[in-house]
């Protein structure tokens, strides 16, 4: 089984590819929000330093977000076109259990001690953010983590309070993400830990290693299936006719 | 509670004094929805706000693209006073989904030095609307043909830009003959 990852859900963008005896080519991470010019030379250069061509993957991983709209677009997209030209599935991979995996790895092998609540936050730009929580899994699965709720976009200060009520509960949580940093001393206030640096970012590694899993145990969803999880306010129709009863057409 | 700059314009070039005026208390970052009927003003307030910003090209209304960017002149120059490199102008008559907001990514787009103005922006109100700015324009019966209504909300920790631009829009001709 080999796979190819792609990463583009936050403002920092790589790919790589794996088989079963691990990582075997990853590129130099990119930060900025220039996915769309990056990251079709970085699947050319990771599959020549992997040995590898296309042809020879059996499966696609993505990150589809929620996250960054520009670089979702182009990460989902990229694997679509892929995977429709390849014929192979794709597994996608949330961006929130993605830093949450990334994480467990670390405890994953200590012993003893009551791993924190995590709790990954994406900034979702225009002052919110997007977060779940993941506690240990029990019994303990492959991924070590078990998801708590659902991903949600939230006000940073709602998240706080709901993180404040938690640690009165005597709850550890360990925020991590790019909004955890964002909005450091108003989660840390509310009596939240924030992560090392290196766990802010989504660890490729992680998405190409749980994707390959995830992809031999349950096999992926056909490219015509993967959509990116924008995960905003409700999608509704516009009534325009309605909003614009007793007026002229539209476009006059 | 927002800010509210109220005042009637006498002619669509007062009109887009008032835009001018507006785009002088922008900072990158900012988002401008812009409310009214056809026929209020919209696009002509948003060619004052370009004129505002040094915008060499036409402003025409952008239905069809959905957004259309504006190279600002120089920021902090005596045609553009502001910090602003761009103007995204964006039109949201075409959409039929409030979901397809978010392919326009402009809660991304002002990140990068500039400022958005999106005409029908109550529709974007609960995606975009969070520090906000907003621009009501109004052709009522009780005023004159060429007289628009203004209304300008600006957010409370936008005070000193509010007082600013209040001062701006008192001074100008053909304008802030207010009402309630």
Request: charged share 25%; proline share 6%.
């Amino acid at each position: 089984m080999l796979v190819l990852a792609l990463e583009s859900a936050t403002e920092l963008s790589a790919v790589a590819v794996a088989d079963r005896s691990g990582v075997l080519a990853v590129s130099a991470p990119e930060r900025g929000r220039r996915h769309g010019e990056s990251m079709a030379p970085a699947i050319e250069s990771v599959c020549a330093a992997a040995g590898v061509t296309l042809r020879q993957l059996d499966a696609l991983v993505v990150d589809v977000g929620p996250g960054l709209f520009t670089g979702l677009r182009v990460g989902v997209s990229t694997a679509k076109a892929l995977g429709f030209a390849l014929d192979i599935a794709v597994v996608e991979v949330g961006s929130l259990e993605l830093l949450a995996l990334g994480a467990a790895r670390t405890w994953a092998a200590g012993a003893g001690v009551e791993p924190p609540l995590l709790v990954p936050v994406v900034d979702a730009r225009r002052g919110q953010v997007f977060s779940a929580r993941f506690g240990p899994a029990r019994p303990r699965g492959p991924e070590h983590i078990e998801r708590v709720d659902q991903d949600r976009l939230f006000d940073p200060e709602e998240l706080a309070g709901e993180l404040t009520a938690l640690v009165e509960e005597g709850c550890a949580c360990l925020c991590l993400g790019d909004g955890a940093v964002r909005y450091r001393e108003l989660l840390a206030g509310a009596g939240a830990e924030i992560a090392p640096g290196e766990l802010h970012d989504p660890d490729v590694a992680v998405l190409a290693g749980t994707g390959l899993a995830r992809a031999e145990a349950a096999g992926g969803r056909p490219a015509a299936e993967v959509t990116a999880r924008y995960l905003r306010p409700a999608d509704v129709r516009i009534n325009w006719e309605q909003r614009l009863a007793a007026r002229p057409a539209r476009g006059s | 509670m927002p800010t509210a700059i109220e005042t009637v314009t006498t002619s669509a070039h007062a009109t887009r004094d008032v835009g001018a005026a507006l785009s002088g208390a922008l900072r990158p970052g900012d988002v401008v929805l812009l409310v009214g009927e056809l026929g209020a003003g919209k696009t002509t307030f948003v060619q004052g706000m370009a004129a505002g910003l040094g915008v060499a090209e036409a402003v025409t209304s952008p239905t069809f693209v959905l957004v259309r960017p504006y190279r600002c002149a120089p920021p902090g120059s005596a045609r553009n006073p502001t910090a602003l490199r761009t103007l995204l102008h964006a039109d949201l008559y075409r959409l039929e989904r409030t979901g397809e907001l978010a392919d326009l990514a402009l809660g991304e787009m002002v990140e990068d030095e500039a400022a958005a103005v999106i005409e029908w922006g109550e529709v974007a109100g609960p995606v975009l609307g969070r520090g906000a700015l907003t621009v009501r324009l109004t052709a009522d019966d009780d005023l004159g043909e060429q007289e628009r209504r203004v209304g300008i909300e600006i957010p409370e920790d936008r005070q000193a830009d509010a007082e600013a631009l209040q001062s701006a829009v008192a001074a100008l001709d053909d304008v802030g003959r207010r009402r309630s």
